[in-house]
Every structure is written in C-alpha cells, then in structure tokens.
C-alpha cells in the first residue's frame, strides 16, 4: 500500500512539474540544459525578486547578451565542485546548480529554478558529467569557477 501510494505521489510530482517541450527540465537525462537561453524559459523569474543576491560577475565572451554570476560554491565529498549561477538578461533571471569536475574537465547542470531557494532542490535532467569540448559558455563558466575553487 505504502510503496503505491509512494508511486502515486511521484508520478503526481512529475505531472505537476511537467512542462513543454522547449522548456527545462526535461525528463529525458540525456538531454542537456540550453544554459545560454535559459532565461527565456518559463523557468526564469520575471524581473521581481524578494532578496536580490549579488554574485561574483563570470567573464563570458561567448554569451555577451546576458551577465553570469556565481553566488556559491562548495566542494563535494567526491571532489567535485558544486556552484549556484545566477544568468540575467534584462529584467529576467534564472539560477542554476551546476556540478563541475576540474580534474577531468567535466560539467553539467543539476538544478534550474527561478529563486536561489528553488535552485537547491529542484533537478534539471541534465545528464552525467560530460566534457565541456565544443560548448564555449560551459568552459568559460568551468574555468571560472575551478579558478575560484583553487584560489
């Protein structure tokens, strides 16, 4: 009975958070997050935010419509780091939880949400931790924040 139950929330969840289909999270974990245009996702937040959080400015030539920042990051038991970025453009925004390998140069998005609380707990589908070869603003966001992890 418990473990139906248990089935049915989660699939309740899952169509609660369901969403269209240019739209992120997807359910699909091969897929990767679009970091670029995320904040012109339904996701991001639309120019109202309660406590505005400033964050350390992430050079990003690659991407010079919108301004990155990095508001936090940690390290993980398993020697990754985790960083929140915040992506504005105009008076939209959106936060993201990435998860960056600087060892072997690996990155990929856990979270995506519209508040800095949201971000912490809610998935993003992205997938497992991958090169950042031929993805100019995922190696301009990784080398930022390996530099910060290290300095």
Do not use: W
């Not at 960056?100 to 995506?112: A, I, P, S, T, Y």
Request: glycine share 8%; aromatic share 4%; net charge positive.
């Amino acid at each position: 009975m418990i473990r139906a139950m248990t089935a049915l929330l989660g699939g309740t969840l899952l169509a609660a958070c369901g969403t269209s289909g240019n739209s992120v999270p997807s359910t699909n974990a091969t897929e990767q997050v679009d970091l670029r245009h995320l904040v012109e996702t339904e996701i991001a937040g639309n120019g109202i935010e309660r406590y505005p959080l400033e964050g350390t400015v992430i050079p990003t030539p690659s991407d010079k419509q919108s301004r990155y920042e990095l508001l936090r990051q940690r390290k993980t038991a398993g020697g990754t780091t985790i960083a929140i970025l915040r992506q504005q453009r105009g008076d939209r925004f959106v936060y993201a939880r990435t998860e960056v390998d600087c060892e072997r140069n690996l990155f990929h998005v856990v979270g995506v949400a519209d508040t800095r609380a949201h971000v912490e707990t809610n998935v993003a589908h992205d997938g497992p931790l991958r090169p950042t070869a031929g993805l100019p603003l995922r190696q301009e966001l990784s080398r930022f924040i390996c530099q910060r992890a290290q300095a």
